[in-house]
Each structure stands twice: as C-alpha cells, then as structure tokens.
C-alpha cells in the first residue's frame, strides 16, 4: 500500500500477472487442530486453461533464509490449485485424502504478519502478499478457524480489501479447492 496524503493508505495497482498466483494462506491454524506449524498452508491456484509446470518454483517468506522448492515433476491442472504444507499427511487427515499438497515446507509463517512470496524457475517473482494480524487485515485468521482468502484472483495483491476470512465450516479454510469468498 502506498500512502495518500493525510497518511490514508490507498492500494497499488499490483494486480498478479503470471498464470500461477497465492489464492490463500493458513498463517496462524485454531490451536484445536494441534502444532501450530503441521496445519499451517499456502495454496496456490493455476488461472490458466492449461497445466502448469510448478517444477522448480520457489516458496519463501519475508527471510531470504527461508525457502522451499517444488520437486522436479509438479504441476498443477488448468484451474486447478495446490497447497504446499510442512506435512501433507497431517493435512490429508483433516481434509482428506484428495488434497493436492506437496509437504516439506521447513519453515513456519509469521503469526503476527510476514510476507509470503512465490517465484518462478527463473526466480523471478510471480505473486507476493504481505498480510498483517492486526486490523484492517482480517483477524479472525489469526488462530480464529478461518484462513486468509484472496477475494479476487484479478485483483490487487497490495490491497488488503482483496482478502477474506474463510467462511465458517466444518475445517478451517478452503485448501485445495475455490475459495469461498471468491
């Protein structure tokens, strides 16, 4: 976000380019599932009609340190999504067996605000979102059950109007699957 006169925040035109983009973040999981990190995720979703070659992307946060790389062989369907997680199978627990997940991530996100960034086999950026914990960023995905949903896939990815609580269920969030807010 950029800042208006008056200190208004006032979103960038960042609207993802690439085919692939973050659809939703499970940052901060309720404390009901268990070890904060197991039920944590980034799903990614692929816009285009055509499958999509994730082989080689790069998951990273806001420390360079930080990075998981998508094995050789991933590809998401045209339309399709998948969710990267520490560890697939405790996530297929909860949301079943047909979950695209790829586990390994090695690193934990942020409770309290981080930025998520992918990048391409080039290692160039495709999508970014920096989200927060706090107000105006909706704090029921804060460990509140829901997770963070990009509202709009078109749309900017600075504007934190552009991402939702998932709605209420019987599992927190929508992995794997279209948002609901979308």
């Known amino acids: 976000l950029a800042s208006a006169p008056g200190g ?15 659809s939703e973040i499970q940052y901060n999981p309720p404390s009901s599932l268990g070890s904060d990190g197991l039920y944590e995720y980034v799903e990614i979703h692929n816009r285009s009609p055509q499958a999509a070659d994730v082989s080689g992307w790069r998951l990273k ?16 369907p045209p339309g399709g999504y998948l969710v990267l997680a520490r560890d697939a199978e405790t996530l297929r627990s909860v949301y ?31 999508d970014r979102v920096e989200y927060d914990d706090d107000p105006p960023w909706p704090v029921e995905a804060d460990g509140g059950g829901a997770s ?15 991402f ?12 794997g699957a279209a948002n609901s807010r979308a």
Do not use: C, Y
């Not at 208004?8 to 973050?22: E, F, K, Q, S, Y």
């Open 61 to 76: 946060d806001q420390d360079d340190e930080h990075g998981f790389r998508l094995p050789d062989g991933t590809s998401i």
């Open 164 to 175: 939702a609580p998932s709605l209420a269920g019987d599992r927190p969030g929508t992995p």
């Open 148 to 162: 963070l949903e990009r509202v709009s896939l078109e749309d900017d990815i600075t504007d934190f109007t552009n």
């Open 8 to 22: 208004i925040l006032r979103p960038t035109d960042l609207a993802p380019r690439g085919d692939v983009v973050l």
């Open 96 to 126: 079943g067996d047909a979950l695209p997940v790829v586990g390994g991530v090695d690193f934990p996100l942020a409770n309290g605000g981080d930025t998520v960034r992918l990048l391409n086999a080039r290692g160039e950026l495709a």
